[in-house]
T-cell receptor
C-alpha cells in the first residue's frame, strides 16, 4: 500500500524542545501539503511544497515553524522551541493533480 | 476569501437509513472543487467524494452522493443505507486554486443500531 506515510504517529515534547514531523507522499505525487488540526476544529492549511520549493507558506506561523521537501527523502515540518499551544494533530497530504490524500497524522503533545 | 460552513455539529441516524450533512460555501472564484472527508475516531482523514464547480452531474461514490446546488452554494453529502462504521466526523472542504483546502468545522455522525 503506497499511501501517504507520516511518522511519528505520536510525539511528546517538553516546552522548548524541537519537534520534527516527517511525511512521505504517495508514490508519483510531487505536491505535499501540511495542515494543523486543533481539538474540535477542522484542518487549517499551513504550507504547500513541491520538491525543493515552498510554493505557499501563508498558513505557517511566522516564527519557530519551517518546512522543507528535499530532492531526496520525506518532507519535514519542524517546530522549534515548542509551546503548549502547538499541541495539535498535524496532517500531511499529497497529490499529483486535484484530490489531496491525507496521511494518518502526527499527534503532538507538548508538556 | 473562501469560507465553508457546516451548521450541524452532531447528528444521529438509525442504521440503514439515509443521512444528509449540510455544507455551504462562499467563494468569488468561478472554478473550484468541493470535497468531503471522513475522520473516524482513529483520527485519519479519508477522502470520500469530489465535485467540480463545472461538473453538470452530482458526484456519486458508492453509498455517498453529493447534492450540489451551485446557485445556492451548497454541497450537501448524502450517505445512504447508514452502517455502524459510518460513525465519524465528516468535513466539507473547498479548493479554488488547485491546492489550498479550506475546511468546515465538521459534523459528527453517530449511527444507532
Amino acid at each position: 500500500n503506497a499511501g501517504v506515510m507520516q511518522n511519528p504517529r505520536h510525539l511528546v515534547r517538553r516546552r522548548g524542545q524541537e519537534a520534527r514531523l516527517r511525511c512521505s507522499p504517495m508514490k508519483g505525487h510531487s505536491h505535499v501539503y501540511w495542515y494543523r488540526q486543533l481539538p474540535e476544529e477542522g484542518l487549517k492549511f499551513m504550507v504547500y511544497l513541491q520538491k525543493e520549493n515552498i510554493i505557499d507558506e501563508s498558513g505557517m506561523p511566522k516564527e519557530r515553524f519551517s518546512a522543507e521537501f528535499p530532492k531526496e527523502g520525506p518532507s519535514i515540518l519542524r517546530i522549534q522551541q515548542v509551546v503548549r499551544g502547538d499541541s495539535a494533530a498535524y496532517f500531511c497530504a499529497s497529490s499529483s493533480t486535484g484530490t489531496q490524500y491525507f496521511g494518518p497524522g502526527t499527534r503532538l503533545l507538548v508538556l | 476569501a473562501q469560507k465553508i460552513t457546516q451548521t450541524q455539529p452532531g447528528m444521529f441516524v438509525q442504521e440503514k437509513e439515509a443521512v444528509t450533512l449540510d455544507c455551504t460555501y462562499d467563494t468569488s472564484d468561478p472554478s473550484y472543487g468541493l470535497f468531503w472527508y471522513k475522520q473516524p475516531s482513529s483520527g485519519e482523514m479519508i477522502f470520500l467524494i469530489y465535485q467540480g464547480s463545472y461538473d453538470q452531474q452530482n458526484a456519486t461514490e458508492g453509498r455517498y452522493s453529493l447534492n450540489f446546488q451551485k446557485a445556492r452554494k451548497s454541497a450537501n453529502l448524502v450517505i445512504s443505507a447508514s452502517q455502524l462504521g459510518d460513525s465519524a466526523m465528516y468535513f466539507c472542504a473547498m479548493s479554488s486554486n488547485d491546492y489550498k483546502l479550506s475546511f468546515g468545522a465538521g459534523t459528527t455522525v453517530t449511527v444507532r443500531a
